[in-house]
């Protein structure tokens, strides 16, 4: 049976186009919705429609173009932006299947592809019993997933994302009523990114020499990654409004834990995320917070890191529902996830509360992080990436081999 799949917004870059061109290939309609010029560059190659008109007027014109093409199928990249959740609500409706793509749970090599949702509307059962059941029975997925090379290369990243950009801002008139997503303006953003790309030597040497003293001393300490402002796992699945509210309450709880008693001050280790714009002014903010609590030099804030390895020593990790997470599992190391994270439930988080944590911080149970992992591969990982030329062709076969084993 011939189905027809309908592309919203994908990520910044040819993958959407490559993947609906294989779907193509296996005999399948497929048709693309443009909401702003950066979408009409990347749907250059395929039948499209572009939409110019409001969010509230994007519901009913929705449910008349989704008949129109008789669609089966939704295709969209990140489900917590508002014309996707729109969409999502439409197809919910005609009972149309919907498609969510977003950047791997597991990184590097690794993009996420679920029916429904992602992150924390991840439809994907995951308590224990069950997939320890599911593990015993398809042990071929429990050992190691072959990687195909490619890897998020980050020029390619940027340039996409540039002329994603640039595109959007150069066709504006045709889409007066577009709202990005993004918070801030694109100039002030790679302004931001190429001063830390020109500081990058500065940033590895001081998270060297941070590490190091922390290992040479064996002084213990807590690791807290930040993520992205912007990013929908701050917006809408945390209780968080912002990263600085996600670090005033940290640094709080780290203060009322009161680790006088121990021999050896206790250290709270703050990185930051790579692709942090700096706009943002986080090292400065955690310094001045960090002396109005008379935390002194226990809390440091570092760009770079290597993140096995300060893991690999940690007493543990906080975090907000970072994929850090899931790196933190894999080696032991106990986790707090103050998020909706796929990864905050029992048996692989701390489920009691942060200022216990702090004292006495549980492990992961290394058996059902072992299913687990299996199981988030088997269903939800597609091996390759969305921005190197092999690592979305990988990606592209892949999505469009389990997406056709799918009953239409």
Known sequence: MSRSFISLQGVASPFFSELSHLIRLAGHQTHRINFCGGDLLFSLSEPHTNYAGTLSGLTAWLVQELRRHSATDILLFGDCRAIHQAAIAVAKELNIRVYVFEEGYLRPNWITMEVGGVNGYSNMPLEPAPLLAWASKNTVHTGAVPQHPGGSNMLARAMYDIAYRLSSAAMGRSFPNYQTHRPHNGVLEYAGLARRFGMGWWFAR?????????????APYFLFPLQLNADSQIRTHSPFPDVIASIDHVLISFKEAAFRQESTAVSLVIKNHPLD???????????????????????????????PLLLSHAQGVVLVNSTVGLTALQLNCPVFAMGKAIFNRDKLTDQGGLASFWKDPTPPDARFVKAFLAYIKAHSQVSGDFYSRMGRT????????????DSP
């Open 206 to 218: 001081e998270a060297q020499r941070v590490t190091a003293k922390l290992l040479a001393t064996k």
């Open 277 to 307: 714009t700096g706009l943002a002014r986080y090292r400065g903010y955690v310094e001045r917070r960090s002396r109005d609590l008379n935390l002194g030099d226990r809390v440091k804030f570092i760009e770079a890191g290597d993140l």
């Open 394 to 405: 990988h990606a592209a076969l892949g999505c469009m081999q389990r997406i056709l084993k």
